[in-house]
């Protein structure tokens, strides 16, 4: 069964489309991508997912259950970590961590303590006071006191610093072990590249791609480096080859294709050095956008 | 109807001071105009003239102050039908249209419309801190009241008349409070609806005296809650008016159905 699905799902703001036909599917267990730059519409599916907002067309299913329908039931099983974090100023994190706890029937407030310790969050500080990656760090351990089977994350490592993001992708990893499913929106791609499976790549407001990342990247164009032995004389490239340039026994050239083919290719080469450069998700990120 | 009591609690925790602060104020003036009737008591002539002259026999006349020197319960009635309700209303109007609408405004509503309650719960649960800030003020108002008149008569009152007034009184801040939270929630949450709320308040006090100044403007009268729910004693034949009393809660519980079917479709823009 699939823990969240989203069925043709559209959304419009008066005669603004912010989402057009929006169909994700992820799998219990998986930790699932959701790329895309500001404003391409990953926050609005998230939010109507959760119940937030009304979906114009379409439906989404968290657990099985209509999501809009069965909000509360649903709720009790999701984290959510927003984008921005908006809290009671008023309140200092302790505070407000047992106040959101709470609302939960299985919630437990012992995890406080020991993962404001984790992440070097000052629980006494007023919330007005705290930093935004402090606020982030408040919002990482709110949505994970109550022991959720899905955890739905917006933009989680804006604000932390780079020891934080480590601390938190570990943290990450062993509640995906225990079985907690991931729905990791971001657009920062380094972020996806190292958590996630799966993807799907949203532009305006529409999917263009979901992909297995490693196939995402294994699709893409690969920046070969060759030096050769001597100075090649009429060499003849692999079929998927471009980009050709030769200069003295330094041969570069891109190269999209089977890669068994490349290697084929290679072996018939009086080789010196050979440097296969994978291409960022970066790169296959602007290739979507560009094409 | 679920009433959440972790949001309840933490709404009321969080209106505290808005109740203190106001209720040290209506408590104030309540005690103040009350103990200074042993004063003013016997100063029918001189003050009726006076007043006369300033705002006119027609004005004097349509807020009740022709007969205010006469006993402690029309004195304080003069003030209550001017002052007290216009404090009592505007600020359970404020907390009302604020109740709901200023989770967006600071956007904790992300936070809390993720939590495992119902859009209603949420509802109810805030409507209720609204009801007990209301209560809260009316009860210690009215006790107050009833307290510092029994000490500052000079004639015996009617507790009857005293009740019919606060109880009218109760019914026109509870209906502009779910006029508040009706308009909370219909409109964008904006920075304040405090200006909304003082116009439409200020505005049915206003016309509703207006109203009462010829024949020919009674007509006003008739859009103004004060005009079937009077506070003014000196009025012949006042008392409690059971049947516009009746049609202005059903007004506001309709006001609030509505209120409840719109917040429960909305969409929250956090």
Same mark, same amino acid.
Request: aromatic share 12%.
């Given at each position: 069964?699939?823990?969240?699905? @989203?069925?043709?799902?559209?959304?419009?703001?008066?005669?603004?489309?912010?989402?057009? =036909?929006?169909?994700?599917?992820?799998?219990?267990?998986?930790?699932?991508?959701?790329?895309?730059?500001?404003?391409?519409?990953?926050?609005?599916?998230?939010?109507?997912?959760?119940?937030?907002?009304?979906?114009?067309?379409?439906?989404?299913?968290?657990?099985?259950?209509?999501?809009?329908?069965?909000?509360?039931?649903?709720?009790?099983?999701?984290?959510?970590?927003?984008?921005?974090?908006?809290?009671?100023?008023?309140?200092?994190?302790?505070?407000?961590?047992?106040?959101?706890?709470?609302?939960?029937?299985?919630?437990?407030?012992?995890?406080?303590?020991?993962?404001?310790?984790?992440?070097?969050?000052?629980?006494?500080?007023?919330?007005?006071?705290?930093?935004?990656?402090?606020?982030?760090?408040?919002?990482?351990?709110?949505?994970?006191?109550?022991?959720?089977?899905?955890?739905?994350?917006?933009?989680?490592?804006?604000?932390?610093?780079?020891?934080?993001?480590?601390?938190?992708?570990?943290?990450?990893?062993?509640?995906?072990?225990?079985?907690?499913?991931?729905?990791?929106?971001?657009?920062?791609?380094?972020?996806?590249?190292?958590?996630?499976?799966?993807?799907?790549?949203?532009?305006?407001?529409?999917?263009?791609?979901?992909?297995?990342?490693?196939?995402?990247?294994?699709?893409?164009?690969?920046?070969?480096?060759?030096?050769?032995?001597?100075?090649?004389?009429?060499?003849?490239?692999?079929?998927?080859?471009?980009?050709?340039?030769?200069?003295?026994?330094?041969?570069?050239?891109?190269?999209?294709?089977?890669?068994?083919?490349?290697?084929?290719?290679?072996?018939?080469?009086?080789?010196?050095?050979?440097?296969?450069?994978?291409?960022?998700?970066? *790169?296959?990120?602007?290739?979507?956008?560009?094409? | 109807?679920? @009433?959440?009591?972790?949001?309840?609690?933490?709404?009321?925790?969080?209106?505290?001071?808005?109740?203190?602060?106001?209720?040290?104020?209506?408590?104030?003036?309540?005690?103040?105009? *009350?103990?200074?009737?042993?004063?003013?008591?016997?100063?029918?002539?001189?003050?009726?003239?006076?007043?006369?002259?300033?705002?006119?026999?027609?004005?004097?006349?349509?807020?009740?102050?022709?007969?205010?020197?006469?006993?402690?319960?029309?004195?304080?009635?003069?003030?209550?039908?001017?002052?007290?309700?216009?404090?009592?209303?505007?600020?359970?109007?404020?907390?009302?249209?604020?109740?709901?609408?200023?989770?967006?405004?600071?956007?904790?509503?992300?936070?809390?419309?993720?939590?495992?309650?119902?859009?209603?719960?949420?509802?109810?649960?805030?409507?209720?801190?609204?009801?007990?800030?209301?209560?809260?003020?009316?009860?210690?108002?009215?006790?107050?009241?009833?307290?510092?008149?029994?000490?500052?008569?000079?004639?015996?009152?009617?507790?009857?008349?005293?009740?019919?007034?606060?109880?009218?009184?109760?019914?026109?801040?509870?209906?502009?409070?779910?006029?508040?939270?009706?308009?909370?929630?219909?409109?964008?949450? =904006?920075?304040?609806?405090?200006?909304?709320?003082?116009?439409?308040?200020?505005?049915?006090?206003?016309?509703?005296?207006?109203?009462?100044?010829?024949?020919?403007?009674?007509?006003?009268?008739?859009?103004?809650?004060?005009?079937?729910?009077?506070?003014?004693?000196?009025?012949?034949?006042?008392?409690?008016?059971? @049947?516009?009393?009746?049609?202005?809660?059903?007004?506001?519980? *309709?006001?609030?159905?509505?209120?409840?079917?719109?917040? =429960?479709?909305?969409?929250?823009?956090?």
């Amino acid at each position: 069964m699939n823990t969240l699905e @989203i069925n043709d799902l559209s959304k419009f703001y008066g005669d603004f489309q912010a989402l057009t =036909k929006v169909n994700i599917n992820v799998k219990q267990g998986e930790i699932y991508g959701f790329i895309g730059p500001n404003g391409a519409g990953k926050s609005t599916t998230i939010r109507t997912v959760l119940g937030l907002l009304k979906p114009s067309e379409g439906s989404t299913k968290v657990f099985g259950l209509d999501s809009q329908k069965n909000t509360k039931k649903i709720l009790e099983k999701i984290g959510y970590l927003p984008a921005e974090v908006n809290y009671y100023d008023e309140m200092n994190s302790q505070q407000l961590l047992e106040y959101s706890a709470r609302f939960y029937k299985n919630a437990d407030t012992s995890k406080i303590a020991s993962l404001a310790d984790y992440f070097e969050l000052d629980l006494t500080k007023k919330i007005r006071a705290l930093s935004f990656g402090n606020k982030k760090k408040c919002a990482i351990i709110q949505s994970l006191l109550h022991e959720p089977e899905l955890l739905i994350l917006d933009e989680p490592t804006t604000g932390l610093d780079p020891l934080m993001q480590n601390r938190f992708f570990d943290l990450l990893e062993e509640e995906n072990k225990k079985g907690v499913t991931v729905f990791f929106s971001s657009h920062i791609l380094t972020d996806i590249q190292r958590v996630c499976q799966r993807a799907a790549v949203i532009k305006k407001g529409e999917i263009v791609a979901v992909e297995d990342i490693q196939q995402l990247i294994q699709k893409q164009v690969k920046e070969i480096k060759l030096v050769l032995n001597q100075a090649p004389i009429d060499l003849s490239f692999p079929s998927g080859a471009s980009l050709q340039e030769t200069e003295g026994n330094q041969v570069t050239f891109s190269y999209e294709g089977d890669v068994n083919d490349l290697a084929k290719w290679l072996t018939t080469q009086d080789l010196k050095d050979v440097q296969i450069i994978e291409p960022t998700l970066d *790169t296959v990120f602007i290739n979507y956008y560009e094409n | 109807m679920g @009433i959440n009591k972790n949001l309840y609690r933490k709404d009321l925790h969080r209106n505290r001071r808005g109740l203190f602060i106001w209720g040290a104020i209506l408590l104030g003036i309540t005690v103040m105009f *009350t103990a200074i009737f042993p004063l003013m008591s016997g100063m029918q002539d001189v003050m009726g003239t006076a007043m006369e002259e300033f705002y006119g026999e027609d004005m004097t006349s349509s807020m009740g102050m022709d007969q205010m020197f006469s006993d402690i319960l029309s004195f304080y009635s003069t003030y209550y039908s001017i002052y007290i309700i216009l404090l009592f209303c505007i600020y359970n109007a404020v907390t009302a249209t604020g109740i709901i609408a200023k989770e967006e405004r600071n956007h904790t509503s992300e936070f809390l419309y993720v939590k495992p309650i119902t859009r209603a719960d949420v509802f109810w649960s805030k409507f209720l801190v609204m009801l007990t800030n209301l209560g809260v003020i009316f009860v210690l108002q009215s006790g107050v009241a009833l307290l510092c008149i029994q000490l500052f008569k000079t004639t015996e009152v009617s507790m009857s008349t005293f009740a019919a007034m606060h109880f009218h009184g109760l019914i026109i801040a509870l209906f502009f409070s779910c006029v508040g939270l009706f308009i909370s929630i219909y409109m964008r949450p =904006k920075k304040s609806f405090m200006g909304v709320v003082l116009g439409l308040i200020f505005g049915m006090l206003i016309l509703d005296a207006i109203s009462k100044m010829a024949d020919a403007v009674n007509f006003l009268g008739y859009i103004s809650p004060f005009h079937y729910l009077g506070l003014q004693i000196s009025d012949e034949n006042f008392g409690f008016n059971t @049947i516009p009393a009746i049609v202005f809660i059903a007004l506001s519980v *309709t006001l609030v159905v509505l209120a409840l079917n719109k917040f =429960k479709k909305k969409d929250i823009l956090g």
